[in-house]
């Protein structure tokens, strides 16, 4: 992959051997600067990635320089060789364990994808309609928190004010979760024995669905490497181990929300990049077309409704994104400005939607997300198409049936 621009290593001391290797690599050229300088250096290098190694000494720098990348348009990744403390929101943790360039030279590669994916993104906007979602991308990220033990509690209540938490007790639960949902990052706590930890982390290695995926592992020595370019080991204290995962979390959820928002250009702009299901507008559009094909032609359709407490819009937010994951290629969605999510079951009976909707609202009744564990348990309803139908009044009495079954 050929990248634009250079890498900076930002250093106080001399250049560690693993950092030649990246010469090798073809990840070049790699241009040197001291932590006084490195503000001043990215302006006048303009590189692609930006390394540093943490010396005693660069403390007093490292705010303004983390402050001036996150700045920067496109991505700029910051990697942060070997940190004792907590690192700024955009400072990827790196431990050189033992100076294995290999690890290095994938973790660089995966953050310059976003970079490029970034650029991509930037480059075919003005082609359509699409807004950039705004914020920070961690806020609508999704993280599989899996441990026993004492830790647990408390490390889930830390991740739970950055970021939305899926709880696992047991490896089998997680691989469960792995499965239906959009993850941006794995915490695997304390619980496990060494072999049940390897196996987990060769299985993740051996999917190419979760090769990118962050995963931390906090509670014990790696022995070996793995084919997962952003594993990391990060032990200590929850609050440290929140702060010094999420940068990783944080670069895959723009990740995700980047491969969202090009679809959405793909797709002229009828997609939603946050959650991955159609605007309001193209639903609207699509599914009164639906229904006069529908009435047309015969056969069958059917509509449910998954509305959820209005104070908590990550659970609208976190449905939408599991939805857009598992619903079939032939049904489409959207969440509705009153806070549900509507799906529209092509060529479907009621019983089978029916049977659908409860599968769907089970896998959402699993996440809690935040402080306060807010469960997302939907209200759903269910109704089907008949003759004497419209699209207007199918939704009106989906709306109607779902107060019904709240109150």
């Given at each position: 992959?050929?990248?634009a621009g250079p890498i900076l290593f930002v250093s106080n ?207 014990h020595q790696l022995t070996q490497t793995y084919d997962l ?179």
């Amino acid at each position: 992959m050929s990248q634009a621009g250079p890498i900076l290593f930002v250093s106080n001391a001399e250049r560690p051997p693993f950092i030649a290797a990246l010469d090798e690599a073809r990840l070049f050229p790699v241009v040197d600067t001291d932590w006084a300088g490195a503000a001043h250096a990215v302006e006048q290098v303009q590189p692609a990635a930006v390394l540093a190694a943490m010396h005693p000494g660069h403390e007093p720098h490292l705010a303004p320089l983390a402050r001036k990348i996150a700045g920067q348009s496109p991505y700029l990744p910051f990697v942060a060789l070997d940190a004792a403390g907590m690192l700024p929101h955009n400072a990827l943790p790196f431990s050189s364990r033992g100076g294995n360039s290999d690890r290095l030279i994938a973790r660089l590669r995966a953050a310059l994808r976003v970079r490029t994916l970034h650029a991509t993104v930037l480059r075919r906007l003005p082609e359509v309609t699409v807004a950039l979602p705004e914020g920070d991308p961690a806020r609508d990220a999704s993280v599989l928190l899996i441990g026993r033990g004492a830790a647990y509690p408390a490390l889930s209540v830390t991740l739970g004010e950055r970021v939305g938490v899926v709880g696992a007790l047991s490896i089998e639960a997680a691989a469960k979760h792995l499965n239906t949902r959009d993850l941006d990052g794995v915490v695997l706590a304390e619980g496990f024995t060494p072999r049940v930890t390897d196996a987990f982390l060769t299985v993740l290695a051996e999917d190419t669905r979760f090769r990118t995926l962050p995963v931390i592992v906090t509670a014990h020595q790696l022995t070996q490497t793995y084919d997962l370019p952003n594993l990391e080991l990060i032990p200590g204290e929850p609050a440290k181990i929140a702060a010094n995962a999420l940068p990783l979390i944080r670069q895959h959820a723009m990740e995700a929300q980047l491969s969202r928002t090009l679809r959405s250009i793909d797709a002229g702009g009828w997609l939603d990049p946050r959650s991955g299901l159609l605007t309001v507008e193209a639903f609207a559009s699509d599914f009164a077309k639906a229904v006069e094909q529908t009435l047309a032609r015969g056969g069958g359709l059917s509509v449910a409704r998954f509305a959820f407490d209005p104070g908590n819009s990550r659970a609208q937010l976190d449905a939408a994104r599991i939805l857009s994951r598992l619903m079939r290629q032939m049904d489409f969605g959207a969440a509705q400005k009153d806070g549900s999510v509507i799906v529209v079951f092509a060529e479907t009976d009621f019983r089978t939607a029916h049977m659908i909707a409860r599968r769907l609202s089970a896998v959402m009744r699993h996440t809690s997300n935040g402080k306060h564990e807010m469960r997302s348990d939907p209200v759903v309803s269910v109704d089907a198409l008949s003759p004497s139908d419209t699209a207007r009044s199918l939704l009106a009495r989906l709306s109607a049936d779902a107060s019904r079954a709240a109150s």
